[in-house]
C-alpha cells in the first residue's frame, strides 16, 4: 500500500478552523485519516439545548468531513466520544450512534469530561478512519 504525504482535509465551510484555530478538520497521515474532536455545536452558532440534536449535529458534521475525503462512516475503525453527562444521555447517544457506524463496527470508548471550550455543548466526537486503496 503506497504510504502519502500529511495533506489535510478542509470541506467547505470549515475553513475558518484551519485560520483562526490553526487545525485542520482532517488530516491524512499514511492510510489513516485523523478527525479533529466535533461537537454538538454547528459551525455557523451556538448548541441547541437539546442532547440528541448536540449527538445529531456531531455525527453529521463527522459524515461531512468523512465525506470531503472520500469516505463515509464504514472507514472508521476509532471513535472516543467525550460527554458531559455520560450516563444521563448514553442510551440516546448509542442509538444515534447506531444510525451511523456499521459493521465492523470501530473501537470505541467513552469519556466524562468537566467541559468543554463552548458553552452548552455535552458531547464531542473524536474519529479515526482508514483508507482504502481508492482513496490513496
Not at 470549515?14 to 479533529?36: E, K
Not at 463515509?72 to 472516543?80: E, F, G, K, L, Q
Request: aromatic share 8%; proline share 7%; charged share 20%.
Amino acid at each position: 500500500m503506497k504510504k502519502t504525504e500529511p495533506r489535510a482535509i478542509v470541506p467547505d465551510g470549515m475553513q475558518d478552523l484551519v485560520q483562526n484555530w490553526r487545525m485542520s478538520p482532517a488530516i491524512v497521515s499514511g492510510d489513516h485519516v485523523f478527525l479533529t474532536g466535533f461537537n454538538g455545536c454547528p459551525l455557523d452558532g451556538p448548541p441547541p439545548a437539546d442532547p440528541v440534536a448536540q449527538m445529531r449535529i456531531a455525527f453529521d458534521t463527522v459524515s461531512e468531513v468523512l465525506a470531503a475525503g472520500g469516505l463515509d462512516w464504514s472507514a472508521v475503525v476509532d471513535m472516543t466520544s467525550f460527554h458531559i453527562g455520560l450516563r444521563d444521555h448514553l442510551e440516546d447517544f448509542k442509538a444515534i450512534c447506531a444510525e451511523y457506524v456499521c459493521q465492523p463496527y470501530p473501537a470505541w470508548t467513552a469519556i466524562e469530561v468537566a467541559g468543554f471550550a463552548t458553552d452548552g455543548v455535552i458531547v464531542e466526537l473524536k474519529v479515526v478512519a482508514r483508507l482504502s486503496e481508492a482513496n490513496l
